[in-house]
């Protein structure tokens, strides 16, 4: 089965083919460079850019892997959550496609592919716990089967990547600049007793980025003395100060993840499994730190490889491939499911399974 994906959700745009599980290749437009004149997404510009670039990486794509649009077997789509005029572009591009070809078509929540992307490079195993730590979202799953979320515990507020972002741009860091963060952390000295570890004097498995936020915004202000170029785009130009704070801020995030995570494990005592996904997923020391952790435990990781954990379509057309293979798809009336429109978390149950 030859399956397309195509990602359009936030700021990428991207299309890929899978083939019998196998990734055939994959395209990808980033509008990272329009959005950072602005410090952020912003969701008009980024529905035009997304129209612009859709059709030519198609024609792309299907070029380069050496296949006609006619062998398309399924379509396949991420129908939320994200900006609503960005879906829109993919998911009217992906129906037109599915109609005009005869092909079966079905929308993805993005953020199940996201955590499903892995399984191009290393074997899945169900049942495992998911950890979701993306640009918008925060989200701890136990994952019964490619088709089969239930949310464990979710942010309440900002997510792990948006707390980067944000404590980037006070830091006068390039946005996005959770990934310089990362990089300025490895040759700075973290202090424990910095910044709170946020949320965890509770029951729960949910997670409240914004005081942390709050707290670094003081310390920044009281105490670094921010002279150093902005937009700050590589290592070596950061002072020793500004290394450490970044050092602080991380291990405050990545200590906060990994107690809930270990939390949930606890609570789901016949999981062995871990997997990891989403762009803070790249990072340095909570991958260690999980890895860490789960050997402890007995049991194992799964972190898929930077690329595939920011946006990108590989992990749609592999998502939509594993879903239409268990029968799943969509008709055509599907609608798209942008970001604060509460639906339930099993929303792609109601596919039709023939
Ligand atoms: P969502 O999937 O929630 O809609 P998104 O897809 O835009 O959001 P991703 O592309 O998965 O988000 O991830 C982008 C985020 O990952 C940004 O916030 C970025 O700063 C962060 N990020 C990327 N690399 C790292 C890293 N090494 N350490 C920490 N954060 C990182
Ligand atoms: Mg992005
Ligand atoms: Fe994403």
Known sequence: MLCLGIESSCDETALAL???GRLLDSVLASQADVHALFGGVVPELASREHYRYIGPLFDELMHRCQRQAADIDLVSVARGPGLLGSLLVGVAFAKGLALGLGARFLGLNHLHAHLLA??????????CLGLLVSGGHTHIYRIEAPWRFLPLGRTLDDAAGEAFDKVGKLLGL???GGRLMDALARSGRADAGLFPRPYLD???LDFSFSGLKTAAAAYIEHYLDGRWPRPLQCVEDAPQALRDCCASFNLAVVDTLC????RALDRQPDLRTLIVA???????LLRERLKELMRRRGGEILAPGPALCTDNAAM???AGWLLGKAGFHHDLRMETIPRGRVVPEDMLCRAEQP
């Open 278 to 284: 989403g762009g803070v997923a790249a990072n340095t």
């Open 259 to 262: 107690a809930k995570v270990a």
């Open 316 to 318: 749609t057309a592999y």
């Open 118 to 127: 892995v399984g191009l490079e290393q074997k899945l195993t169900f049942p």
């Open 202 to 204: 509770n029951d729960n």
């Open 18 to 20: 899978v083939e019998d």
């Open 174 to 176: 390039a946005y996005p």
